[in-house]
């Protein structure tokens, strides 16, 4: 998903958010998202940071274990994908899931399509694209996704690069069943993109899990000196004041982490 920075520009607060994520807390801040997770050589906006922030939180994404990623490169707009992992066990963890069958469209040497399970593909054969069926309880039938393997291959100078060269059959086969177990759980999987879907390579991004430098040691506290009672001014007495109800809970705003003017 690219962020496009339509967000009015005002300052950023450093205010850090917490949710859990299979019975681990997460802790987030925008200054966390800056110096850690960021991929690529750009500088991201506080806008960017804030739309990450909010992906991880409410789809419930720990991307200190890499299951979601915020690349920047240059001057162009923040892209924020998710680790097909990630996307694979949100849908498993669905009740309704009840398994899939991905595979990859090849041209044989005589010229017959073939609709094949998997990613092989054996020499002299053409690789057109990747299916994916996601089969769902309740369901008649399965739900189908198919991709054409010149819509998403990455090509430099007319040549597949990196994975595209050569893994290619893996790489179509998993854009395609990133798109059918979305279709499948909107509920659960709405704005959740693979890098693939994204026009980058999951394989070239770290994953190993991210690691926060430990915060500095408190200096020792100086002992007190304790004063005898018989030297101790006498306090005035104070006025009880009364107990004053609690508030009631204020409803999380998901862009509060801007100062307003």
């Not at 100086?222 to 104070?238: D, K």
């Not at 508030?247 to 862009?255: G, K, L, S, V, Y």
Request: proline content about 9%; charged content about 25%; hydrophobic content about 40%.
């Amino acid at each position: 998903m690219t962020v496009g920075n339509t967000l009015q520009k005002s300052p950023v607060r450093d205010k850090a958010i917490s949710f859990e994520v299979g019975g681990q807390e997460v802790k987030l801040s925008p200054s966390i998202v800056k110096n850690y997770l960021v991929s690529g050589n750009g500088n991201v906006t506080d806008q960017e940071v804030v739309m990450f922030l909010n992906l991880c939180k409410f789809n419930r994404l720990n991307p200190f274990l890499r299951e979601a990623y915020l690349i920047k490169y240059g001057s162009s707009p923040a892209t924020m994908v998710v680790g097909k992992d990630a996307i694979l066990k949100r849908a498993m963890r669905n009740p309704r899931y009840s398994g899939f069958q991905a595979g990859v469209y090849v041209v044989r040497q005589d010229g017959a399509l073939e609709e094949r399970t998997g990613a092989l593909l054996l020499p002299g054969e053409t690789l057109c694209g990747g299916w994916a069926k996601v089969m769902v309880k309740g369901f008649d039938c399965p739900v189908e996704a198919a991709v054409s393997f010149e819509e998403y291959c990455q090509r430099k100078d007319g040549k597949a690069t990196s994975n595209w060269a050569i893994r290619p059959g893996t790489m179509i086969r998993k854009v395609a069943l990133v798109q059918a177990l979305r279709e499948a759980f909107p509920e659960d999987l709405s704005d959740m993109y693979a890098a693939e879907e994204m026009g980058m390579d999951e394989q070239a991004l770290s994953h190993n899990p991210v690691v926060l430098s430990p915060e500095p040691t408190p200096a020792p506290a100086l002992p007190v000196r304790e004063v005898p009672a018989a030297q101790q001014p006498a306090q005035p007495a104070r006025a009880e004041t009364p107990a004053q109800p609690p508030e009631p809970p204020e409803e999380e705003d998901p862009f509060d982490f801007f100062d307003g003017e």
